[in-house]
């Protein structure tokens, strides 16, 4: 029989600035009306371009720990910045 996850949300964020909005973001729960969220923010060593290219690779091992997977990286510099939207 399949476990559920234990957490709700992996985030894999490009830089720094990204994981520290991110925390503050699920830490405001009463201000927000929302549950308390089980969260982690992993930063992708490759930053932007990691993100785009690898971020499925790196979230692979984590499949079965979290609910939900959000990947979070700037267009500008993800090595695509010339391509249309």
Do not use: W
């Amino acid at each position: 029989m399949a476990r559920s996850p234990e957490k709700d949300l992996a985030v894999l964020v490009a830089d720094k600035n990204m994981e520290f909005a991110i925390k503050g973001i699920v830490s405001r729960t009463e201000a927000l009306n929302i549950r308390q969220v089980r969260v982690d923010v992993y930063v992708h060593p490759e930053r932007d371009p990691g993100c785009l290219g690898h971020g499925h690779n790196f979230l692979e091992n984590l499949v079965n720990e979290y609910k939900y997977y959000i990947v979070m990286f700037d267009r500008e510099g993800c090595g695509r910045d010339a391509l249309s939207r």
